[in-house]
């Protein structure tokens, strides 16, 4: 099942710092950014510290169970409930003067144990930071890392009848969600949300060890711009800590809210292909993929009408006993009906089981989006979710070679569990409409995002599942090393879905390292920017940007 999910953020040791209150101070549009903590501490009163919870505390098991994949879990020496930026310069200032490594969520849908990892000392939490809300002095709407995505859309929608192009599960947090770059069922039509980004506000720490506050635009004249630009898509755990974004759409200049964000759908629609697994034998199923593949491949361009159309293939294996393409569409925008019935025709093409074709028919867009089903729940886990991931980007479909691979794995007899599965995504649309460069995110030629991905509760399981995971995703990219290595086939990976086995040689023996499969030429900028505005490294963890050497 296809997971846009958000990514965490992680922090390390570093020189001793004093705390430092940073109260609520508003910048005027296109005015010069305060670019330290005392910019915004003037005249302020101390800032409460944050809520601290230890182990020995009740609470403490309560916020261990906060992040959504239970393969992994924290055990901090102490978890920091944060309400406002003043109280995260104060944990994060403690944390560095006592030499501690920082882990940070929003969400909690990290999936590689990133902020999880033994080595984190304290967690900070902005489950409670979570206002979404409009900002007349950024002309832009304001977005706390803590609220989830299906508040953002439910807020967004109700109050100004916009949206953001993020991704389909609403319980993920923007905080790292926007920060990985984000992508979700309507950026075909308006590109990745951190195309959307106008400004953030991110808490770093200097050279000297001193704590700022910076505010960075994508405003040509702010000196702070390659932040921003480094903080639009380059991944959590880098540069800072974000504690808001401002979202405004590229070219808006409207003063009017409803203006400066893509407008929400009218409705929702969606059409589903139906096959038994029974009656799905290789050449039938490798036609699918094919199908699937080539329409991308020729509807995918930006401007398209095709990219009104965002579609999933959801393989499991055989035991779940069906395979299922999904196409959603708004019906209101006209062409679109037709469009659809002509996706799921090019889908069927050559492929000798009939499917069964069901339309859900007009469906409100808001509700249906916000209610969709928890991604374990979806897949028929019930229980606390264990989980692997692990994707790549395709410029084009998977080859026939590769398709009878993916058949193989899933209905092979050596292993057997329905809520596995490999799935297909749309991507590309609007994506592509930008250069690789003008924001972190580098991925511009990928039509489609793919993925292996096993879901289960029981921790007796985790090796078995985990090995079938792995090696179908390495021989899957067998012929580069077990990874998709940039190149006319495939885009690399996205960083939204971290994966700590590309740091490994037995997963990946292509000589890439996860650097250039994330960030691609994107990285020695991204490198420049850790030097300038982390020079002592002090935010890190196992997939982070390296220092220049």
Known sequence: MSVYARRSVIAGAGAAVAALAVPNTAV???????????????????????????ASDPRYVDLQQGNWNKLYQAAPESFRIVRNTGQVVSAVAEAVAAGKQIGVRSGGHGLAGLVEDPSVQMIIDFSEMREVGFD???????IEPGATLGQIYRNLDLGWGVTLPGGICPAVGAGGHIIGGGV???????????????AVEVVTVAAGGQVQVIRATRETSDPNRDLWWALAGGGGGNFGIVTKFWMRSPGATSSTPSAVLPTRPGALMTGRAIWNWADMDQVSFVQVLKNFGTWHEQNSAPGQPGNGLYASLIAPRKEAGHVLVSAQVDPTVAGNQ??????????????????MIVNTGTQPWEY????????????GVTGPPRSRT????????YTD????TIYGYLTSSTYSYPSSSFTLGSFGGQVNAVSSNTIASAHRTAVMLGSVFSCWSNPADD?????????????LHGSTGGVPVPNDQYDGCFVNWPDTDLLDPAWNSSGVPYSTLYYKDNYARLQQVKATYDPGNVFHHKLSVQLPS
């Open 28 to 54: 005027a549009a296109g005015s010069a950014a305060p670019n330290t903590a005392s910019a915004f501490s003037a005249g302020g009163t101390p800032t409460p510290p944050a809520v601290t919870i230890a």
């Open 136 to 142: 007349p002095c950024y002309n832009a709407f304001s």
């Open 184 to 198: 979700g069922a309507l950026s075909r039509q308006f590109g990745l949300v951190a195309d959307h980004l106008y």
């Open 338 to 355: 037709q469009l659809l019935t002509n996706f799921l025709t090019a889908l069927t093409t050559n492929v000798t089981p009939s499917a």
């Open 368 to 379: 249906t989006t916000v209610t969709t089903e928890d991604t374990a729940v979806a897949v």
């Open 390 to 397: 692990k994707g790549a980007l395709l410029n084009k479909r």
């Open 401 to 404: 070679d590769q398709a009878a």
């Open 463 to 475: 090796a078995m599942h985990q090995t079938w995971n792995r090696q179908f995703y390495h021989d």
